[in-house]
């Protein structure tokens, strides 16, 4: 009777995700924001418009930064994809022991990104924080380490944060990536720890 109720079909995909291949059955119109969240569990990737409109979704996939929520699952096979839990890493060499190695993560300054976030009170809710953390720091790679505000804000204009009102944002990416802003950030700090 409800033949055409019966489950829809799937498709089954290979991909990697942050350094490991994963097998995963989806349906054609899951997008890789819905299979990274529902099917390997990386809840980093955030849906906010699902319009690609607010970056809470960005990833980086083959390279590039995209919005998972814009994607099928299905255009990603054989692609290799990183979320914010991945990137998160610091690079082979630099981790701690007792965590296993991962083949070179794409964007090596997201964790000091990240602590600049922190530092700078560039996140309040937290929602945008992965999607600005990847843009941020895939601008700041792009640029090899050299911005200015404008670029900076020129960069994330796809980025919407509700909360922060962006300068803690801004500061931190330039703190991060500017060569002007780290030779002050180190300036302050030998300072600070003289006094």
């Known amino acids: 009777m409800n033949q055409h109720m019966s489950s829809p079909e799937t498709h089954r995909?290979?991909?990697s995700v942050n350094g490991r291949r994963v097998e995963l059955n989806?349906?054609?119109?899951?997008?890789?924001?819905?299979a990274l969240r529902?099917?390997?569990?990386l809840t980093g990737t955030?849906?906010?418009c699902e319009q690609g409109s607010c970056g809470a979704c960005t990833v980086i996939h083959?390279?590039?930064?995209?919005?998972s929520c814009l994607m099928f699952a299905i255009q990603a096979q054989d692609a290799e994809v990183w979320t914010i839990e991945g990137l998160s890493r610091r690079p082979a060499g630099e981790q701690a022991p007792e965590v296993p190695e991962v083949p070179?993560?794409?964007l090596p300054k997201l964790p000091d990104l990240a602590c600049a976030f922190k530092r700078n009170h560039g996140l309040q809710c937290g929602f945008c924080t992965p999607g600005m953390l990847i843009a941020g720091a895939a601008l700041g790679h792009a640029a090899d380490d050299s911005l200015n505000e404008a670029e900076i804000r020129e960069g994330l204009s796809g980025n919407i944060c509700r909360c922060t009102g962006y300068q803690g944002i801004v500061q931190s990416i330039s703190e991060t990536f500017s060569t002007e802003a780290a030779n002050t950030t180190s300036t302050n700090t030998e300072t600070e720890a003289a006094s």
């Open 26 to 34: 989806v349906e054609p119109r899951t997008t890789l924001a819905d």
């Open 62 to 67: 083959d390279g590039q930064q995209i919005r």
């Open 104 to 106: 070179e993560v794409p």
């Open 46 to 48: 955030k849906l906010g």
């Open 13 to 15: 995909l290979s991909i």
């Open 38 to 41: 529902e099917k390997c569990g």
